[in-house]
């Protein structure tokens, strides 16, 4: 399947899925979230043979947007993402392998501001388009069949190597593999996991719609807010203390991960972090991210942006 919404890893356990706990602790591949737009999908289309290019509507199941061409890109899509598209077209090297990344500009300036984050390049990129690659596909016969897994070393060096007209971005990140303290949070979440009630799918939509609100408004997420939701869901409020616990053992995460390159970060003139980061092992996929700094961020420079095509 595509790569969709990861999950906060504390947004996880609500339902009662604990893979988390462990998620924390196992070992895997780390890498940083780039926080540009819009997702761009290119490779070679296993029901023609042929190169593409195309947004996450190349996944469509009604509405598919794959583009051979130039005119197919003219006929689906208009504005700015045809544009982009136009010269991703031109510059990505023609791969068997299907990649997904965030675009982030086309070169000619060392300062790019693609979304929230706005990056600062230590010299004026020469290539004439900047991606940040994050996944690679496998499909048989159909997009619409693909199932992704993290880009591996072997693929960005190949990349590398034929993208000639492409900045490639990819931070090393490398992360602790001891991580005293998560290991000892996890063991008491387990604990404290057995004491709750968890949620249906109904109460788990409406409460993560409630506290992005408050992560949204500022608002802080303390013991008395937390009792009045469980209040206003009738539910337990136990659940919601294990989701803040697995939060704060999240945000505990920061202190073992190590960045190294030399892109700086800042959401409007303030200095910050990447967007956050990304951990796949045997108990799955979620993301890292300060929903407080980011997330918070993000939310509210969304609502003056411009719905574009995709």
Not at 121 to 128: A, E, G, L, N, Y
Not at 136 to 144: E, F, G, N, P, Q
Not at 168 to 194: E, G, M, N, W
Request: with cysteine.
């Amino acid at each position: 399947m595509q790569n969709k919404h990861l999950e906060h890893p504390e947004d996880s356990v609500l339902s009662g899925d604990l893979n988390v706990l462990n998620w924390f602790t196992a070992n895997g591949n780390i890498s940083a979230k780039i926080d540009g737009a819009p997702a761009i999908v290119w490779g070679t289309n296993p029901a023609t043979n042929l190169f593409f290019v195309g947004t996450k509507s190349v996944f469509n199941k009604k509405l598919i947007k794959i583009n051979h061409s130039h005119a197919d890109i003219d006929n689906n899509h208009q504005g700015q993402v045809a544009t982009i598209l136009h010269h991703c077209f031109d510059n990505l090297p023609r791969s068997v392998t299907i990649y997904q990344g965030d675009f982030i500009g086309f070169g000619g300036s060392n300062n790019y501001n693609p979304n929230t984050i706005r990056y600062f390049f230590t010299d004026k990129v020469q290539q004439k388009i900047i991606i940040a690659p994050h996944t690679s596909y496998t499909a048989k016969c159909d997009l619409r069949d693909a199932i992704a897994s993290p880009i591996s070393d072997q693929q960005l060096i190949s990349l590398w190597q034929d993208a000639k007209d492409v900045m490639l971005i990819r931070p090393y990140v490398t992360i602790d593999y001891l991580r005293d303290t998560i290991h000892q949070s996890c063991k008491f979440a387990k604990q404290i996991a057995t004491l709750c009630d968890f949620l249906d799918v109904k109460q788990v939509k409406r409460i993560k719609k409630q506290l992005n609100t408050c992560i949204r408004e500022g608002i802080e997420i303390d013991d008395i807010t937390l009792e009045a939701l469980a209040s206003d869901n009738n539910c337990d409020v136990n659940v919601l203390r294990l989701w803040q616990l697995v939060r704060t053992i999240k945000l505990d995460m920061f202190n073992y991960i190590t960045v190294d390159d030399d892109i700086e970060c800042y959401i409007e003139e303030e200095r910050c972090d990447h967007e956050g980061y990304v951990m796949s092992n045997e108990f799955g996929t979620f993301k890292i991210v300060n929903r407080e700094g980011f997330s918070k961020a993000n939310f509210n420079l969304s609502k003056m942006r411009v719905k574009g095509d995709a």
